[in-house]
């Protein structure tokens, strides 16, 4: 476990918990339960194949491949079956728990890049993750960020060395995407209403927002994979993060 203050959690840090999955302790506190998911790995709940190759599903089979998992662990903290778990989107599209489940105390986000499929879940307070590969390579980053980032995000970025410039960008990326998905004021014309630290050698943290409090808001970054990097938001005094790796 790891407090926001170290800013950071890498791939040693996921314990690997085996299927089947049951009664599992709900996150306490400033608590934040991370889950990764390789669909790659895992078996496919649509095939009679004992194995799963996400990359020759459909798009409509992936799709389902990802709620059955995120519905079995959910069903495992609440005390009932994946089958039995409700999932209903909110406006602006931030899905949540039937409220007669989990009655507000339980809150999820989930994010995914390739076959990696992530899931943050904790108690109370308001969640947001994303994943982004670690590798990606923006083709024009300051263009980029002049589209969507705030004054104060652009500025700092302007100063970074080319070489250094990618990693930045992508820290940022996924840092405010985190917040707009906790927030669920949705991604469009929202990314500029706030800004966060651009430096990915700082512990993360929200600078300033036009529409709340940035004090309120935490931040934390994750490497769940070594090609991958996750931030997760929080709308809480602190976070500490537990990570795990579902394992069939």
């Given amino acids: 476990m790891i407090n926001i203050k170290a800013g950071f959690i890498g791939p040693d840090s996921f314990s690997p918990r085996q299927l089947p999955l049951r009664g599992l302790e709900r ?8 889950w990764l998911l390789d669909l790659g790995q895992l078996s496919n709940p ?5 194995s799963a190759d996400s990359s020759e599903l459909s798009v409509i089979q992936q799709r389902a491949t990802r709620r059955f998992y995120l519905r079995l662990l959910l069903g495992a903290y609440l005390g009932v079956p994946g089958k039995d778990v409700h999932i209903m989107r909110r406006v602006k599209g931030r899905p949540e728990l039937d409220s007669s489940l989990s009655r507000g105390e339980l809150n999820f986000s989930v994010a995914r890049s390739g076959n990696c499929y992530l899931i943050g879940i904790n108690s109370g307070a308001t969640i947001g993750v994303d994943l982004e590969s670690a590798v990606r390579r923006p083709g024009k ?3 980029l960020a002049r589209r969507y980032f705030s004054q104060t995000e652009i500025a700092a970025l302007s100063k970074i060395d080319d070489g250094d410039l990618n990693r930045a960008f992508m820290h940022t990326w996924a840092c405010k995407e985190a917040v707009v998905k906790a927030s669920g004021m949705g991604i469009a014309n929202q990314l500029c209403r706030f800004s966060v630290d651009v430096n990915p050698d700082k512990p993360p ?5 036009q529409d709340d409090d940035p004090v309120a808001w935490r931040l934390a970054i994750a490497a769940p994979a070594s090609n991958a990097i996750a931030a997760i938001a929080v709308r809480q005094k602190e976070v500490r993060l537990l990570g795990f790796e579902l394992k069939k």
Avoid: K
């Fill in 46 to 50: 649509l095939s009679s194949s004992a």
């Fill in 27 to 34: 996150p306490q506190g400033g608590d934040v339960h991370l």
């Fill in 205 to 209: 943290r929200v600078l300033d927002m």
């Fill in 141 to 143: 980053p300051m263009a």
